[in-house]
């Protein structure tokens, strides 16, 4: 079924800033618990975010989940990874297996993992906790030509938007976003050269490890592809299209989605905010709904970062990608939300103003 560009329009004017009116009850609610105003740091920041996001100073984080979504790109051809594409699909299985890290750091805590085929060129069996809604069989070599149709980008994005209102339907409190697919640093690298008007070379990481030839190799992969392509970067649909990734279009999708029915979104790291850059550059208020996890180690993820104007949660120096850093930044969240609702304030507990 096709989707629109003019679909895609609605759904991103629907969506609106969070409200100054509950922004302030949740600084209020803070600023009157037992503690210093501002004496628990960046935990004070989520929990009034998370507020606001939720219309609501008392509303627990119940059900969460992780998607996981997974597509194979052509690029891998051009050497651009220390493994090959068949690893998409290994694990895959590993993860649907519950043998991967994202599944262990999601049971740490209390998260479920769904896995989305969304461009892997492999049909797989139906197995509980596989979603499939492939858009196509991996993009193609995008030194040739386009990653995908623009019509294939757009189903990407609407099988984010799509997830997202499942989870609103379904009562989810909390969405973490992730990813697999062989040589996705690469297109990632690319969409933020494109968006943010940074050079190939300061764009593009190590990703699996590489070594000093392939990082030169992507470079150049990198270059070639926006040579070949001209992407647009006032058009992010079109960036997407012909430098992106069916799982990057979904991941851009879940975002929106999060931001159009009032669910928070914990992005996870490198091709996850590339995902979040493109939701942004369609409608900057998106922002407002997203929690972003951690600084990656690859190299772009500072630069992706300070296009978006946001900082991360923390910084394990981790590059794994799968939803790891949205899982361990999930327990965060909550911990933040959890001392909003559970603390007594002066009034209730009988205790004098705290002073600094």
Known sequence: MAFE?????????????????????????????????????????????????????????????????????????????????????????????????????????????????????????????????????????????????????????????????????????????????????????????????????????RGTGIDTTALSQKIDTITRAIAVNHPDPNDPVDVLAKVGGYEIGAIAGIIIGGALYRIPVVVDGFISTAGALVANRLNPVINDYLFYSHLSAEAGHKRMLEALGHDPIMNLDMRLGEGTGAAIAISIIEAAVKVMIGMATFESAHVDRMVD
């Open 5 to 205: 560009m003019n679909a895609l329009r609605d759904s991103l004017l629907r969506i609106t800033p969070l409200e100054d009116e509950h922004l302030a009850k949740a600084k209020h609610r803070l600023d009157n618990l037992t503690k210093p105003v501002g004496s628990l740091g960046k935990l004070e920041s989520i929990a009034v975010q998370y507020a606001a996001i939720k219309r609501s100073i008392d509303s627990p984080i119940g059900r969460r989940i992780i998607f996981t979504c997974a597509g194979d790109h052509g690029v891998v051809d051009r050497g651009v990874s220390a493994y090959p594409r068949e690893v998409t699909v290994q694990m895959v299985r590993n993860m649907l297996a519950g043998g991967a890290a994202v599944n262990v750091l999601a049971r740490h805590v209390g998260a479920e993992v769904m896995v989305v085929d969304v461009g892997v060129a492999h049909d797989f069996a139906a197995t509980e906790g596989l979603l499939i809604r492939k858009v196509g069989y991996g993009t193609n070599n995008i030194t040739d030509g386009p990653a995908m149709s623009r019509e294939h980008a757009l189903l990407s994005i609407k099988v984010g938007i799509d997830l997202v209102a499942d989870c609103a339907r379904t009562g989810v409190d909390l969405i973490g976003t992730g990813e697999m697919g062989i040589g996705n640093t690469t297109p990632s690298s690319a969409i933020l050269s494109v968006l943010a008007d940074i050079a190939p070379e300061d764009a593009a990481g």
